[in-house]
């Protein structure tokens, strides 16, 4: 069977699909067996309490971030942020 141009497109588009939903399902079957909470929540999150400036301009802003995704809170509302 000769496949058309479109048709090979499809079929790839369709194959990246179907490795981006294989990705993102083992992330949130890791993220559930961490017992991290669920990132679906009513109403906005608060952000004003995360003090972050992107883009970082320094080795010293990098360190400084690091520093403080080591608390699983900022690190969480940093996520929820940036989605």
Do not use: C, W, Y
């Amino acid at each position: 069977m000769n496949q058309t141009a479109v048709e090979r497109a499809i079929l790839e588009a369709l194959s990246e699909v179907q490795l981006q939903l294989q990705h993102l399902t083992a992330l949130v079957q890791g993220l559930q067996a961490e017992g991290r909470p669920q990132f679906a929540r009513e109403g906005p999150l608060p952000h004003e309490d995360i003090d972050v400036q992107l883009p970082l301009q320094s080795l010293g802003e990098l360190d400084e971030l690091e520093g403080k995704l080591n608390n699983a809170e900022t690190k969480n509302k940093l996520v929820m942020k940036l989605t």
